[in-house]
Protein backbone atom coordinates (compact mmCIF):
# COMPACT_ATOMS: atom_id res chain seq x y z
CA UNK A 1 0.00 0.00 0.00
CA UNK A 2 1.11 3.36 -0.82
CA UNK A 3 1.63 5.18 2.43
CA UNK A 4 3.80 8.67 2.17
CA UNK A 5 3.00 10.10 5.77
CA UNK A 6 4.43 9.31 8.54
CA UNK A 7 1.58 9.56 11.37
CA UNK A 8 3.42 12.23 13.01
CA UNK A 9 3.00 14.55 9.89
CA UNK A 10 -1.34 13.21 10.06
CA UNK A 11 -1.43 14.42 13.39
CA UNK A 12 0.53 17.66 13.01
CA UNK A 13 -1.46 18.29 9.63
CA UNK A 14 -4.96 17.58 12.08
CA UNK A 15 -3.77 20.24 14.23
CA UNK A 16 -2.61 22.61 11.54
CA UNK A 17 -6.53 22.28 9.78
CA UNK A 18 -7.78 23.33 13.46
CA UNK A 19 -5.58 26.29 13.85
CA UNK A 20 -6.38 27.51 10.01
CA UNK A 21 -10.28 27.06 10.66
CA UNK A 22 -9.89 28.71 14.42
CA UNK A 23 -8.13 31.71 12.65
CA UNK A 24 -10.86 31.49 9.58
CA UNK A 25 -13.88 31.88 11.93
CA UNK A 26 -11.99 34.45 14.41
CA UNK A 27 -12.46 32.36 17.37
CA UNK A 28 -10.51 32.92 20.52
CA UNK A 29 -6.74 31.26 20.56
CA UNK A 30 -7.68 29.56 23.78
CA UNK A 31 -10.07 27.50 22.08
CA UNK A 32 -7.38 26.21 19.77
CA UNK A 33 -5.09 25.24 22.97
CA UNK A 34 -7.82 23.84 24.86
CA UNK A 35 -8.73 21.50 21.39
CA UNK A 36 -5.06 20.56 20.06
CA UNK A 37 -5.07 18.40 23.14
CA UNK A 38 -7.17 15.50 23.91
CA UNK A 39 -8.22 15.42 27.29
CA UNK A 40 -7.07 12.09 27.91
CA UNK A 41 -4.67 9.77 26.29
CA UNK A 42 -4.25 6.43 27.95
CA UNK A 43 -1.60 3.70 27.30
CA UNK A 44 -2.08 0.68 27.97
CA UNK A 45 -0.41 -2.82 28.30
CA UNK A 46 -1.81 -5.90 27.22
CA UNK A 47 -0.37 -9.56 28.04
CA UNK A 48 -2.10 -11.90 26.18
CA UNK A 49 -1.28 -15.82 26.11
CA UNK A 50 -0.96 -17.42 22.52
CA UNK A 51 -1.78 -19.87 21.39
CA UNK A 52 1.65 -21.65 21.54
CA UNK A 53 1.46 -21.24 25.37
CA UNK A 54 4.01 -18.31 25.31
CA UNK A 55 3.17 -14.54 26.36
CA UNK A 56 3.19 -11.90 24.39
CA UNK A 57 2.11 -8.14 25.70
CA UNK A 58 0.77 -5.86 23.37
CA UNK A 59 0.50 -2.12 23.56
CA UNK A 60 -2.73 -0.22 23.12
CA UNK A 61 -4.63 3.34 23.32
CA UNK A 62 -7.94 5.26 24.14
CA UNK A 63 -7.72 8.95 23.51
CA UNK A 64 -10.50 10.91 24.44
CA UNK A 65 -10.28 13.80 22.67
CA UNK A 66 -13.66 15.95 23.51
CA UNK A 67 -16.77 15.57 25.06
CA UNK A 68 -18.26 19.20 24.90
CA UNK A 69 -20.97 17.72 22.95
CA UNK A 70 -21.44 14.29 24.54
CA UNK A 71 -20.01 11.15 25.35
CA UNK A 72 -16.75 10.43 23.56
CA UNK A 73 -17.48 8.60 20.81
CA UNK A 74 -14.88 6.36 18.16
CA UNK A 75 -13.72 3.28 16.85
CA UNK A 76 -11.14 0.71 17.85
CA UNK A 77 -8.12 0.03 15.20
CA UNK A 78 -6.18 -3.30 15.11
CA UNK A 79 -3.13 -2.68 13.17
CA UNK A 80 1.16 -3.33 13.61
CA UNK A 81 1.06 0.39 12.12
CA UNK A 82 -0.66 2.16 14.73
CA UNK A 83 0.49 5.11 16.86
CA UNK A 84 -0.20 7.19 19.77
CA UNK A 85 0.35 10.38 17.22
CA UNK A 86 -2.19 8.66 15.12
CA UNK A 87 -4.78 7.79 17.45
CA UNK A 88 -4.61 11.19 18.94
CA UNK A 89 -5.37 12.50 15.08
CA UNK A 90 -8.31 10.18 14.36
CA UNK A 91 -10.08 10.80 17.54
CA UNK A 92 -9.47 14.76 16.98
CA UNK A 93 -11.52 14.11 13.75
CA UNK A 94 -14.24 12.11 15.15
CA UNK A 95 -14.69 15.53 17.41
CA UNK A 96 -15.34 16.91 13.74
CA UNK A 97 -16.95 14.00 12.44
CA UNK A 98 -19.65 14.21 15.08
CA UNK A 99 -20.19 17.62 14.96
CA UNK A 100 -20.65 18.06 11.24
CA UNK A 101 -23.26 14.81 10.81
CA UNK A 102 -24.62 16.66 13.92
CA UNK A 103 -25.10 13.90 16.69
CA UNK A 104 -24.45 14.87 20.64
CA UNK A 105 -20.98 12.68 20.68
CA UNK A 106 -17.63 14.38 21.52
CA UNK A 107 -14.74 12.73 19.72
CA UNK A 108 -12.30 9.62 20.65
CA UNK A 109 -10.63 7.15 19.10
CA UNK A 110 -8.46 3.32 20.18
CA UNK A 111 -5.79 0.95 19.02
CA UNK A 112 -4.02 -1.43 19.77
CA UNK A 113 -0.48 -2.48 17.91
CA UNK A 114 -0.93 -5.53 16.87
CA UNK A 115 -0.93 -8.49 13.26
CA UNK A 116 -4.53 -9.45 13.21
CA UNK A 117 -3.95 -11.25 9.65
CA UNK A 118 -1.48 -13.57 12.36
CA UNK A 119 -3.76 -14.37 14.91
CA UNK A 120 -6.65 -16.91 15.91
CA UNK A 121 -9.49 -16.18 16.80
CA UNK A 122 -9.14 -17.00 20.11
CA UNK A 123 -6.05 -14.94 20.46
CA UNK A 124 -7.92 -11.96 18.97
CA UNK A 125 -10.80 -12.44 21.51
CA UNK A 126 -8.11 -12.48 24.79
CA UNK A 127 -6.66 -8.96 23.51
CA UNK A 128 -10.18 -7.60 22.91
CA UNK A 129 -10.83 -8.73 26.29
CA UNK A 130 -7.60 -8.10 28.48
CA UNK A 131 -7.94 -4.08 26.82
CA UNK A 132 -11.71 -3.68 26.89
CA UNK A 133 -10.74 -4.59 31.07
CA UNK A 134 -7.70 -2.15 30.52
CA UNK A 135 -9.69 0.91 29.42
CA UNK A 136 -12.77 -0.37 31.44
CA UNK A 137 -12.69 2.69 33.42
CA UNK A 138 -12.00 5.42 30.66
CA UNK A 139 -15.07 4.13 29.12
CA UNK A 140 -19.12 4.38 30.21
CA UNK A 141 -22.33 4.46 27.68
CA UNK A 142 -22.68 7.53 28.91
CA UNK A 143 -18.96 8.73 29.19
CA UNK A 144 -17.16 7.00 26.10
CA UNK A 145 -18.19 4.07 23.76
CA UNK A 146 -16.41 2.60 21.50
CA UNK A 147 -16.99 1.21 18.01
CA UNK A 148 -15.18 -0.69 15.32
CA UNK A 149 -12.36 0.86 12.92
CA UNK A 150 -9.70 -0.56 10.76
CA UNK A 151 -9.57 -4.62 11.57
CA UNK A 152 -11.83 -4.36 14.39
CA UNK A 153 -15.52 -6.26 13.63
CA UNK A 154 -18.94 -7.03 15.22
CA UNK A 155 -17.41 -10.05 16.58
CA UNK A 156 -14.78 -8.17 17.93
CA UNK A 157 -17.76 -5.39 19.25
CA UNK A 158 -19.60 -8.20 20.65
CA UNK A 159 -16.44 -9.27 23.23
CA UNK A 160 -15.96 -5.69 24.54
CA UNK A 161 -19.74 -5.69 25.18
CA UNK A 162 -19.31 -9.04 27.21
CA UNK A 163 -16.46 -8.13 29.10
CA UNK A 164 -17.59 -5.02 29.83
CA UNK A 165 -21.17 -6.58 30.60
CA UNK A 166 -19.22 -9.54 32.71
CA UNK A 167 -17.17 -6.99 34.94
CA UNK A 168 -20.87 -4.71 35.83
CA UNK A 169 -22.51 -8.05 36.93
CA UNK A 170 -25.28 -6.93 33.80
CA UNK A 171 -25.90 -6.90 29.93
CA UNK A 172 -24.82 -3.61 28.72
CA UNK A 173 -25.41 -3.22 25.49
CA UNK A 174 -25.24 0.59 24.67
CA UNK A 175 -21.52 0.33 26.08
CA UNK A 176 -20.32 -0.48 22.72
CA UNK A 177 -21.62 -0.18 18.92
CA UNK A 178 -21.47 -1.95 15.57
CA UNK A 179 -22.33 -5.03 17.88
CA UNK A 180 -23.89 -8.08 15.57
CA UNK A 181 -27.65 -7.68 15.09
CA UNK A 182 -28.01 -10.89 17.65
CA UNK A 183 -26.92 -8.48 20.38
CA UNK A 184 -28.47 -5.47 20.08
CA UNK A 185 -26.23 -4.32 17.13
CA UNK A 186 -28.47 -2.14 14.70
CA UNK A 187 -29.95 -3.22 11.49
CA UNK A 188 -27.64 -1.49 8.58
CA UNK A 189 -24.66 -0.74 10.78
CA UNK A 190 -22.23 -2.64 8.80
CA UNK A 191 -22.98 -0.72 5.81
CA UNK A 192 -23.27 2.64 6.84
CA UNK A 193 -19.84 4.22 6.10
CA UNK A 194 -20.28 2.80 2.65
CA UNK A 195 -23.91 4.21 2.32
CA UNK A 196 -23.24 7.80 3.33
CA UNK A 197 -19.87 7.46 1.09
CA UNK A 198 -22.59 6.36 -1.87
CA UNK A 199 -25.03 9.28 -0.91
CA UNK A 200 -22.04 11.35 -0.67
CA UNK A 201 -21.28 10.45 -4.40
CA UNK A 202 -24.78 11.05 -5.82
CA UNK A 203 -25.12 14.52 -4.22
CA UNK A 204 -22.01 15.24 -5.57
CA UNK A 205 -22.62 14.09 -9.62
CA UNK A 206 -25.58 15.76 -9.27
CA UNK A 207 -23.97 19.00 -8.35
CA UNK A 208 -21.34 18.44 -11.03
CA UNK A 209 -23.88 17.05 -13.59
CA UNK A 210 -22.51 13.67 -14.27
CA UNK A 211 -24.50 11.38 -14.89
CA UNK A 212 -24.25 8.27 -12.52
CA UNK A 213 -25.24 5.53 -15.01
CA UNK A 214 -21.99 4.60 -15.86
CA UNK A 215 -20.31 6.75 -14.26
CA UNK A 216 -16.28 5.32 -13.81
CA UNK A 217 -15.71 4.49 -10.42
CA UNK A 218 -11.91 3.46 -8.89
CA UNK A 219 -12.26 2.47 -5.27
CA UNK A 220 -8.41 2.14 -3.10
CA UNK A 221 -9.18 -0.46 -0.43
CA UNK A 222 -11.54 -3.46 -0.36
CA UNK A 223 -12.10 -3.75 3.24
CA UNK A 224 -15.40 -2.97 5.00
CA UNK A 225 -15.85 0.55 3.51
CA UNK A 226 -14.43 -0.26 -0.07
CA UNK A 227 -16.14 -3.14 -1.14
CA UNK A 228 -19.59 -2.15 0.75
CA UNK A 229 -19.12 1.19 -1.39
CA UNK A 230 -18.45 -0.38 -4.29
CA UNK A 231 -22.18 -2.94 -4.20
CA UNK A 232 -24.53 0.41 -3.50
CA UNK A 233 -22.22 2.22 -6.42
CA UNK A 234 -22.48 -0.57 -8.44
CA UNK A 235 -26.54 -1.06 -7.72
CA UNK A 236 -27.39 2.79 -8.43
CA UNK A 237 -25.56 2.47 -11.93
CA UNK A 238 -21.82 3.27 -11.63
CA UNK A 239 -19.44 0.73 -13.34
CA UNK A 240 -16.73 0.20 -10.72
CA UNK A 241 -13.91 0.06 -13.36
CA UNK A 242 -10.46 -0.65 -11.25
CA UNK A 243 -10.10 -1.67 -7.06
CA UNK A 244 -7.29 -2.24 -4.85
CA UNK A 245 -6.44 -4.02 -1.57
CA UNK A 246 -3.07 -3.76 0.19
CA UNK A 247 -1.53 -6.56 -2.28
CA UNK A 248 -2.88 -4.59 -5.19
CA UNK A 249 -5.45 -4.01 -8.25
CA UNK A 250 -7.80 -4.80 -10.64
CA UNK A 251 -8.72 -2.91 -13.21
CA UNK A 252 -11.69 -3.98 -15.74
CA UNK A 253 -12.82 -0.86 -18.28
CA UNK A 254 -15.84 -2.99 -19.06
CA UNK A 255 -16.92 -3.05 -15.36
CA UNK A 256 -15.72 -5.66 -12.38
CA UNK A 257 -18.46 -7.98 -11.22
CA UNK A 258 -18.56 -7.14 -7.77
CA UNK A 259 -20.05 -9.98 -6.28
CA UNK A 260 -17.79 -12.16 -8.01
CA UNK A 261 -14.67 -10.01 -6.69
CA UNK A 262 -15.97 -10.18 -3.29
CA UNK A 263 -16.15 -13.98 -3.56
CA UNK A 264 -12.56 -13.94 -4.64
CA UNK A 265 -11.20 -11.65 -2.13
CA UNK A 266 -13.02 -13.55 0.59
CA UNK A 267 -11.69 -17.04 -0.58
CA UNK A 268 -8.11 -15.35 -1.67
CA UNK A 269 -7.34 -12.63 1.34
CA UNK A 270 -6.81 -10.40 -1.84
CA UNK A 271 -8.26 -8.59 -4.85
CA UNK A 272 -5.14 -9.29 -6.97
CA UNK A 273 -5.52 -11.79 -9.60
CA UNK A 274 -9.04 -11.43 -10.68
CA UNK A 275 -10.35 -11.77 -14.01
CA UNK A 276 -9.31 -8.35 -15.10
CA UNK A 277 -6.04 -6.30 -15.78
CA UNK A 278 -3.51 -6.37 -12.93
CA UNK A 279 -2.59 -3.31 -11.58
CA UNK A 280 -0.26 -1.57 -8.70
CA UNK A 281 -1.75 0.92 -6.37
CA UNK A 282 0.01 3.70 -7.86
CA UNK A 283 -1.32 3.12 -11.26
CA UNK A 284 -4.94 2.69 -9.80
CA UNK A 285 -5.08 6.57 -8.62
CA UNK A 286 -3.41 7.83 -11.98
CA UNK A 287 -6.49 5.85 -13.92
CA UNK A 288 -9.01 8.03 -16.03
CA UNK A 289 -12.17 8.30 -14.21
CA UNK A 290 -15.07 10.25 -12.66
CA UNK A 291 -14.79 9.27 -8.91
CA UNK A 292 -12.15 8.04 -7.26
CA UNK A 293 -12.76 7.02 -3.75
CA UNK A 294 -9.51 6.41 -1.07
CA UNK A 295 -10.81 4.00 1.13
CA UNK A 296 -7.92 2.44 2.82
CA UNK A 297 -5.22 4.33 5.09
CA UNK A 298 -4.64 7.67 6.26
CA UNK A 299 -2.34 9.42 3.88
CA UNK A 300 -2.64 7.14 1.08
CA UNK A 301 -2.41 10.09 -1.80
CA UNK A 302 0.34 11.76 -1.57
CA UNK A 303 2.32 14.77 -3.18
CA UNK A 304 3.95 12.06 -5.72
CA UNK A 305 0.57 10.35 -6.77
CA UNK A 306 -1.82 13.87 -6.48
CA UNK A 307 -0.51 15.62 -9.52
CA UNK A 308 -1.70 12.63 -11.76
CA UNK A 309 -5.05 12.01 -10.39
CA UNK A 310 -7.19 12.17 -13.10
CA UNK A 311 -10.89 11.55 -11.18
CA UNK A 312 -13.16 14.07 -11.58
CA UNK A 313 -14.60 13.91 -7.67
CA UNK A 314 -12.97 12.63 -4.83
CA UNK A 315 -15.20 11.42 -2.05
CA UNK A 316 -12.88 10.28 1.05
CA UNK A 317 -14.13 6.92 2.66
CA UNK A 318 -11.08 6.40 4.74
CA UNK A 319 -9.97 9.10 7.30
CA UNK A 320 -7.23 11.37 6.30
CA UNK A 321 -6.15 9.65 3.27
CA UNK A 322 -5.18 12.88 1.87
CA UNK A 323 -1.63 14.26 2.98
CA UNK A 324 -1.93 18.04 3.09
CA UNK A 325 0.37 18.67 0.01
CA UNK A 326 -1.90 16.18 -1.67
CA UNK A 327 -5.08 17.96 -0.96
CA UNK A 328 -3.23 21.57 -1.89
CA UNK A 329 -2.38 20.26 -5.43
CA UNK A 330 -5.82 18.41 -5.70
CA UNK A 331 -7.66 21.93 -4.99
CA UNK A 332 -5.39 23.64 -7.57
CA UNK A 333 -6.43 21.02 -10.09
CA UNK A 334 -9.73 21.12 -9.39
CA UNK A 335 -10.56 18.14 -8.24
CA UNK A 336 -14.52 18.35 -6.59
CA UNK A 337 -12.90 16.56 -3.04
CA UNK A 338 -15.76 15.53 -0.67
CA UNK A 339 -14.31 14.95 3.20
CA UNK A 340 -13.58 12.89 5.57
CA UNK A 341 -15.17 14.17 8.26
CA UNK A 342 -18.49 14.52 5.91
CA UNK A 343 -18.27 11.82 3.85
CA UNK A 344 -17.82 9.06 6.06
CA UNK A 345 -19.75 10.17 8.70
CA UNK A 346 -22.69 7.49 8.13
CA UNK A 347 -20.78 5.08 10.37
CA UNK A 348 -20.91 6.81 13.46
CA UNK A 349 -24.11 8.38 12.43
CA UNK A 350 -25.76 4.76 12.69
CA UNK A 351 -23.65 3.79 15.60
CA UNK A 352 -25.34 6.50 17.56
CA UNK A 353 -28.44 5.44 16.36
CA UNK A 354 -27.51 1.96 17.52
CA UNK A 355 -26.91 3.72 21.05
CA UNK A 356 -30.05 5.23 21.16
CA UNK A 357 -31.92 2.25 20.12
CA UNK A 358 -30.07 0.35 23.17
CA UNK A 359 -30.92 3.00 25.48
CA UNK A 360 -34.44 2.64 24.59
CA UNK A 361 -34.26 -1.34 24.46
CA UNK A 362 -35.46 -0.69 20.85
CA UNK A 363 -34.99 -2.37 17.85
CA UNK A 364 -35.65 -0.42 14.70
CA UNK A 365 -35.87 -1.90 10.95
CA UNK A 366 -33.32 -1.33 8.41
CA UNK A 367 -35.92 0.72 6.51
CA UNK A 368 -35.97 3.39 9.37
CA UNK A 369 -32.50 3.14 9.94
CA UNK A 370 -31.83 3.64 6.08
CA UNK A 371 -33.94 6.75 5.72
CA UNK A 372 -32.32 8.00 8.96
CA UNK A 373 -28.88 8.19 7.82
CA UNK A 374 -30.09 9.19 3.87
CA UNK A 375 -31.83 12.25 6.04
CA UNK A 376 -29.54 13.28 8.09
CA UNK A 377 -26.30 12.53 5.24
CA UNK A 378 -27.97 14.94 2.83
CA UNK A 379 -28.92 18.04 5.46
CA UNK A 380 -24.81 17.41 6.44
CA UNK A 381 -23.56 17.75 2.52
CA UNK A 382 -25.97 20.48 1.91
CA UNK A 383 -24.91 22.46 4.91
CA UNK A 384 -21.03 21.93 4.11
CA UNK A 385 -22.00 22.99 0.62
CA UNK A 386 -23.73 25.49 1.23
CA UNK A 387 -20.97 27.16 3.63
CA UNK A 388 -18.42 26.88 1.26
CA UNK A 389 -20.75 28.23 -1.54
CA UNK A 390 -21.11 31.39 0.55
CA UNK A 391 -17.37 32.00 1.51
CA UNK A 392 -15.72 30.78 -1.67
CA UNK A 393 -14.31 27.56 0.63
CA UNK A 394 -13.53 23.70 -0.28
CA UNK A 395 -15.77 21.88 1.68
CA UNK A 396 -13.05 20.50 3.80
CA UNK A 397 -12.56 23.71 5.17
CA UNK A 398 -16.98 24.21 4.96
CA UNK A 399 -17.13 21.06 6.75
CA UNK A 400 -14.51 22.03 9.24
CA UNK A 401 -15.68 25.19 10.07
CA UNK A 402 -18.79 24.08 10.75
CA UNK A 403 -18.08 21.08 12.74
CA UNK A 404 -15.23 23.40 14.62
CA UNK A 405 -17.47 25.95 15.20
CA UNK A 406 -20.34 24.07 16.32
CA UNK A 407 -17.61 22.57 19.23
CA UNK A 408 -16.60 25.50 20.10
CA UNK A 409 -19.86 27.04 20.49
CA UNK A 410 -20.80 24.06 23.26
CA UNK A 411 -17.62 24.75 24.88
CA UNK A 412 -18.74 28.38 25.67
CA UNK A 413 -21.80 27.73 26.49
CA UNK A 414 -21.14 25.59 28.92
CA UNK A 415 -18.31 27.45 29.92
CA UNK A 416 -15.56 26.64 32.21
CA UNK A 417 -15.86 25.16 35.48
CA UNK A 418 -15.38 26.18 38.27
N1 LIG B 1 -14.50 4.04 12.96
C1 LIG B 1 -15.58 4.86 12.53
C2 LIG B 1 -15.07 6.20 12.04
O1 LIG B 1 -13.90 6.42 11.86
C3 LIG B 1 -16.66 5.11 13.56
C4 LIG B 1 -16.67 4.23 14.75
C5 LIG B 1 -17.88 4.38 15.63
O2 LIG B 1 -18.96 4.14 15.13
O3 LIG B 1 -17.72 4.74 16.78
O4 LIG B 1 -15.85 7.07 11.78
New binding site residues.
Given amino acids: MVNSLNKKDFLDNTIKQLKDTVELLKLEAWIFDFLKEPKTSLIVSIPVKMDDGSIKIFQGFRVQHSNARGPY???IRYSPEVTLEEIKA?AML?TW?CAVIDIPFGGAKGGVICDTKNMSLGEKERLTRRYTNAIFNLIGPYVD?????MYTDPQTMAWVMDTYSQIKGYAVPEIV??KPVSLGGSEGRLMA?SRGVSICVREATNLLNIPLRDAEVVIQGFGNVGSFTAHLLKNMGCKIIAVSDSKGGVLNRKGLDIFKLSEYKLKNGTVVGFDGESISNKELLQLECDILIPAALEGSIGKEEAPFVKAKIIVEGA?GPLTAEADEILKANKVFIVPDILA??G??LV?YLEWVQNLNREHWSEEEVNSKLEIKMVKAFKEVLKLSQEKGETLRRAALSLGIKRVAEAIKVRGIWP
Avoid at 145 to 149: A, L, N, R
Fill in positions: KGGLMKIPGPDTGTNNSGVS
